[in-house]
């Protein structure tokens, strides 16, 4: 079966860019999207097709794919951004895969 | 705008069958787009459940495969999920979403709803 795999945890300071990484085998060779989730609520899509951004989600995030990884970068990270972060791809074995979690510590 | 909202039992017996029901408002689920469920236990990861497309195609995570079923009434804009034999290990909050996949390339889970917990004890 596909797996993905984040880092646990993950720490930046204020302001400065927080990037959060998802590994998978030939994970370039399709698309990934990204999920915030804040404590006590439900996954918010951040990022889609690799690159994309929903509606209403800010400029400072953003996403990239190649080869084995695909990662979130998040620039001028701000307090209101800790949170967890998920990634989630697509796979013919496997369907839908979600990755482990990371959680994004902003101090 | 779309909103999705879980309903059903908070506790379910080992063994019995948990029932949950997903009623979507803003979009009519016969329009497009797949809806799914997903589900994350206390503390833990997020876990793919499986899909349904409007045509009522279902598709479902391999390891969870053999006791589940996603059905869709599109007269009440619903769709549910029946886990059945469930443990322990099915304690976890629910989540439907609307799933852009068409199932067989890529995806991504747009709006998502509150989510209910369910906790399997006797």
């Known amino acids: 079966s596909y797996e993905l795999t984040q880092p646990p945890s993950v720490s930046v300071s204020p302001g400065q860019t927080a990037s959060i990484t998802c590994s998978g085998d030939?994970?370039?060779?399709?698309?990934a999207c990204w999920y915030q989730q804040k404590p006590g609520q439900s996954p918010v899509l951040v990022i889609y097709?690799?690159?994309k951004r929903p509606s209403g989600i800010p400029e400072r995030f953003s996403g990239s794919n190649s080869g084995n990884t695909a990662t979130l970068t998040i620039s001028g990270t701000q307090p209101m951004d800790e949170a967890d972060y998920y990634c989630?791809?697509?796979?013919?074995?496997?369907?839908?895969?979600f990755g482990g979690g990371t959680k994004l510590t902003v101090l | 705008q779309v909103q999705l909202q879980e309903s059903g039992p908070g506790l379910v017996k080992p063994s019995e069958t948990l029932s949950l029901t997903c009623t979507v408002s803003?979009?009519?689920?016969?329009?497009?787009?797949?809806w799914g469920w997903i589900r994350q236990p206390p503390g833990k990861g997020l876990e793919w459940i499986g899909s349904?497309?409007?045509?009522?195609?279902?598709y479902y995570n391999p390891s969870l495969k053999t006791r589940v079923t996603i059905s869709g009434d599109t007269s009440k804009n619903q769709f549910s999920l029946k886990l059945s034999s469930v443990t322990a290990a099915d304690t976890a909050v629910y989540y439907c979403?609307?799933?852009?996949?068409?199932?067989?390339?890529?995806?991504?889970?747009?709006?998502w709803g509150q989510g209910t917990l369910v906790t399997v004890s006797s």
């Open positions: 979403a609307r799933d852009s996949g068409s199932g067989s390339t890529d995806n991504w889970f747009d709006p």
């Open positions: 803003g979009y009519s689920i016969n329009s497009g787009h797949h």
């Open positions: 349904i497309s409007r045509s009522g195609s279902t």
């Open positions: 030939k994970l370039g060779d399709k698309y």
């Open positions: 097709q690799d690159t």
């Open positions: 989630q791809a697509w796979d013919t074995s496997t369907a839908v895969v």
